[in-house]
């Protein structure tokens, strides 16, 4: 990270490096924050996305904690409350469970409960998303659990410049911030500026414009939606792709407007389809923009069962452009 | 701090434990007749535990409570209308109605809520305690949990963290023989669960909750190992309450003997320590009853003005979901 | 429970001694069936619907456990694992976050991991709902998180023979299954027949035919929902009222017919209407039904926030049957 | 059971922990070589601890394992083939290729899976003692678990639990002193995990986990109390894995000095158990020799069943996911 002087304001990084830098930002500006989490500060993360920090803040604002995600999050929220800006980790989001208590009964309720009287400023960063054969604890997407959450707000990057500018928006917030990353994009790369800038919480990114489709979607789907709009171009559909960036607030207009447009849409997800948030958008498509659609609004997502090890039946299981095409030219017939 | 409570101490503890005699056996009565809504779980017996600790507190000093709050948030300087307000649901409550009983609680007294959830105190209470040493003041968490939250693994896991990051922290445990109706022998094998500190390299200690000048002592000499930098206590208080897990009567459930309820009756707490003034020549029967008189008017004026709180408006509902 | 002879083969029940009845008659025929939890045994639960099982069965298949929601479901999977037939119970559905990792990583998945090796015959008993002001912790319906996950059955009766039906079905199912109870209907009375009979798991029931709306919910809400559908008679409108009793796995050929019988639909749970199980419904009914529909699918669920304590806030928070009636009349523009 | 082995059991011990050795070397290397997809965790080093507690063990008794699992199936009477086969991702497989490392599996060997959550063991484990203990039978249950896993909350809920009921299994804490990166003083203020016995209620020991003999021993003592329905026994075994994490060299990271490294190798487990062998005259090199060789000619034997099975239909993608 020493390579000051030469680089140029907005330059290539790759998504973990994003993370870090958004993380170091994060910590330079905010005296009172700190990371904690499992392996965060020797190992700078098994992800490697914390790498140098504990060098750079020291032991007390960057430290490893035992393996007890309920403990994790739990001084977290303790912190946070008593005026401190948390950077909490939890390795694998497949972990969630082990500190669901934490999250939905203390940290998104506490300021409600206690009549607005407490502020809860924590960034929790996790990692989700199959693909790397990590079997069935170590690949979910469970972001459909959190946004049904209120008090919690929930962000899941899909680029290296999302990264860096959510996870800062999240720091900034004075509420609890997910943030979900997703495992096999960490070698992607994108522009990212070099100075602390911030992706706002709550609006979707259009990521291409057009005209008779829209498909939905967020984190690493994005991508796979991006490679299926291109084939569906040469199928004569010009699809406009929203990345949606954030899952709680959602941007609910930005998908309106476009389905408005477009007449037909359809959300795509890695998580598990049944129950997974793309129901949530299909509903509130329907339900808003019922007069605009022309058809009815599709969904792609991981089918029922939990994930797979073997690679090949992985590569069956996990979403990808492919079916992204395959359910476009059901819904349209085509 | 290790010392021996002196007089104007012993008269702040003894002004401590009255208040919330008073206040949680008028709160039961409100709730028989139907005032309270909601799960009430009162407090009435383990007085002592609170009015130890807290008499070494201040503001600065963060706790976390359970679902038997009230105690901690009187011992702490809770107010006794804003709190009945709050048990009522109404807008003038600690937490503006929104919480009630299971959750009352108040920043600015270091209070970090009431909890539903039996076990989430500790893990808060470590973050507490963290931001008090980042802070590098010589503040200190407090948490409290009963025998039984010392079975959730979020007490395993705080106190295992307090300890290795020789935290500012006193975990007091309220062994009051049961959780809920279970008594502490059907569910856990130790009959000390002071015996888990060693597993976590933090001292454990074993007093009397009954008896607040043994809570106050051992309470002091823990709290300056954690404000000293030297790290986490467990503190175990053994104590009893004389109320139902939930309300006075509760499901109307015989699962302990009226002899084991005499018996620890006859250890009153604040009538021992009543006692142990008048021995001492600090407070005088007399001068008791004046504190209790005078305790008992301000929860009647609490009540009156919760009272006269207005409900909360509907339209209030989803304001402080978000800051 | 000795009122043998002179009973009636069928009569009048309460919810809390339907089930009662049920977890009788379950250990009864299953010499390897136990219920395990917190005050399960000495009181019967708190709810008091396993009264007398611990005379009647002795200490070995009726017991106490530590307040250690992990530790208990965990206690519930090896068990079954091993060739037992467990009943667990979790107090309320708020501290499922306790054991959510258990429940999603072991329960849910043991068998999948396993190549279909392990067999979990749990039937999990926890009781949901608000409207009793016990505020945020101890009024949450959270079955949106469990029927995301592959490998669990999902059930909410919503009447005494329901609830007795499904947890004998639940109990004779070879696979873990939640039932999910709710609070405020455990006085509710209805008939029950005296015999260990079952409700298929995956069976929604009609429980009010209509010819021109659809209202699909569950649990405590169909009441609600029956109570709508007959202000909304007075309105000219004839609902159909669908309990669905199962939410996994979901009788959605149950829904889409009466859809395409009726052109207009809503879902109504007592859950957060934002990433309820309402959003998949809804999705569904769109997705498969399009052509049938007249207006957009509606729902209604709880607002966003977490469930104030406040009598008065709670009862404006917790759908009912004016909130139906409003919804069906904004949807049919009446 | 308490007794010293005899050399019957000597031998058996020996093979055991030689085809753990033999079947995760080449598993590393497969994995170098990019045949074995997903995250390896090999048990190289820690060989003692699953032969020595396996010897115990029939069938009909059960296991939790860890992400570190191969060892404890090998020792339980895995087959190579089936087991490569899995963590290929082969139809063939222990878990027909769904599970993979960090979930295989077999039922039938008593061996309730490897597992993916760190402290996801005990609980389950618990609940397999249980059952023994509800069938009438003397069986027992045991669970492996890291130093990293005694911080979870699972750990001590189970431990309670199983102390409470006096259940027959055995928790044995595999301490490496490390949880991934982080070295157990960064994660624990106790040196020793067996210090969290006595706050169960169970009797704790400390033993030499390198040492295939002492393990026997100890572990014999805990599962006859086990089995006699005396209840569990937390058995701490100390020892140190000689590959990385994960794989083989793992991340590249230095958190631990080859020093160290080479302290601990002077202390291999087998190394020290065939010299033991050989003075007593049970197994000379010669022998240990001829057994390595059998055992290396059936792990290739396995590679090439494994090669030799077919990858998953997807078509199977959606089975087992209910009964
Ligand atoms: C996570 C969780 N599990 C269970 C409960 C139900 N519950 C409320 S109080 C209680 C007993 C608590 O016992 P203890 O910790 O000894 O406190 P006491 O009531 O004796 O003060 C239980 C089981 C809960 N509120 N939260
Ligand atoms: C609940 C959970 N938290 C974190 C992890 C990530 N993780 C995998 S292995 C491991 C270290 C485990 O340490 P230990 O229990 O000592 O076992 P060892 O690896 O040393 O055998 C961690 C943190 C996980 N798999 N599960
Ligand atoms: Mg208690
Ligand atoms: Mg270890």
């Known amino acids: 990270m020493a390579e000051a002087e030469a680089v140029p304001a907005v330059r290539e990084l790759t998504y ?35 790498a140098g920090l504990l060098k750079e803040f020291g032991p007390e604002r960057v430290f490893d904690t035992p393996i007890s995600e309920e403990g994790i999050v739990g001084l977290g929220v303790g912190a946070a409350a008593t005026g401190l800006r948390p950077v909490i980790d939890i390795m694998f989001m497949d972990f969630m469970g082990e500190c669901m208590d934490e999250i939905t009964n203390q940290m998104a309720k506490m300021r409600y409960m206690f009549g607005g009287a407490a502020t809860l400023p924590i960034t929790l960063l996790t990692m989700s998303g199959a ?37 800062i928006a999240a720091a900034r917030d004075d509420n609890p911030v997910i943030v979900a990353l997703n495992k096999m994009s960490l070698r992607f790369k ?53 990345d949606l960036r954030s899952l709680q607030p959602l941007d609910s207009e930005t998908v309106l407007a476009s389905v408005r447009k477009t007449h037909r849409a359809m959300v795509v997800h890695e998580a598990v389809r049944f129950g997974g948030l793309g129901g949530e958008i299909a509903a509130q498509i329907q339900e808003h923009a019922f007069d605009d659609l022309d058809a009815p609004v599709g969904r792609v997502g991981a089918p029922f069962s939990p994930v797979p090890f073997s690679p090949q039946l992985e590569k069956s299981y996990v979403p990808n452009a492919a079916k992204i095409v395959a359910e476009a030219r059901r819904l349209l017939g085509a | 701090m290790t010392a021996q409570p002196d007089d104007a101490t012993l008269l702040d503890i003894h002004q401590r434990m009255t208040r919330i005699r008073i206040f949680e056996t008028e709160a039961g009565k409100l709730m028989e007749d139907g005032k309270i809504p909601g799960a009430l779980h009162l407090y009435v017996g383990q007085e002592a535990v609170a009015a130890g600790v807290m008499a070494h507190l201040s503001n600065a000093d963060w706790i976390t409570s359970t679902h038997r709050g009230h105690g901690h948030l009187i011992a702490k300087g809770g107010e006794f209308g804003r709190m009945f307000a709050e048990l009522f649901g109404r807008s003038d409550g600690y937490c503006k109605g929104k919480g009630g009983s299971m959750h009352i609680s108040n920043m600015e007294l270091g209070m970090l809520g009431a909890n539903g959830i039996v076990g989430a105190g500790p893990p808060i209470a470590v973050g507490a305690a963290f931001s008090c040493r980042f802070k590098q003041t010589r503040n200190v968490a407090v948490t409290f ?34 959780g809920e109706y279970t008594p502490q022998a059907n569910h856990q094998a130790v009959v000390d669960v002071a015996d888990r500190a060693p597993g976590y390299g933090m001292p454990g200690a074993v007093v009397d909750g009954m008896d607040a000048v043994a809570v106050y002592e051992a309470a002091g000499v823990a709290l300056e190992r954690a404000r000293d930098g030297a790290g986490p206590t467990l503190l175990e208080c053994k104590t009893y309450r004389f109320f139902d897990h939930v309300g006075v009567r509760g499901m109307g459930l015989s699962y302990r003997t009226d002899e084991e309820l005499a018996e620890w009756q006859q250890r009153d707490p604040i009538v021992l320590f009543e006692q142990r003034l008048a021995e001492l020549g600090v407070l005088d029967p007399g001068a008791a009853l004046a504190v209790r008189e005078a305790v008992a008017a301000q929860v009647q004026a609490g009540i009156e003005f919760a009272e006269a709180s207005p409900m909360p408006d509907p339209a209030v509902l989803l304001d402080d979901v978000y800051a």
């Open chain 1, 16 to 50: 973990v490096r994003a993370i870090n830098e958004a993380v170091r930002l994060v910590l330079a500006e905010q005296s009172t924050a700190f990371v904690a989490g499992e392996d965060v500060a020797g190992a700078g993360s098994v992800f490697g996305y914390y």
């Open chain 1, 131 to 167: 693909g790397m054969n990590m079997a069935a604890q170590h690949s979910q997407s469970l972001e459909a659990w959190l946004c049904h959450l209120p008090g919690l707000k929930v962000v899941m990057p899909a680029t290296p410049y999302d990264a860096k500018g959510l996870i």
């Open chain 1, 190 to 242: 994108g522009e990212v500026p070099e100075a602390a800038y911030e992706v706002p919480i709550g609006a979707a990114n259009i990521v291409r414009r057009g005209e008779n489709f829209t498909i939905v979607t967020y984190s690493r789907m994005v991508h796979e939606a991006l490679q299926a709009a291109q084939e569906l171009a040469e199928l004569g559909v010009d699809a406009e792709v929203i």
């Open chain 2, 145 to 178: 949990f009963g025998d039984g939250a010392s079975n959730e693994g979020s007490f395993h896991e705080a106190a295992n963290m307090a300890a290795l990051y020789k935290l500012p922290i006193v975990f007091v445990c309220e062994n009051n023989g049961y």
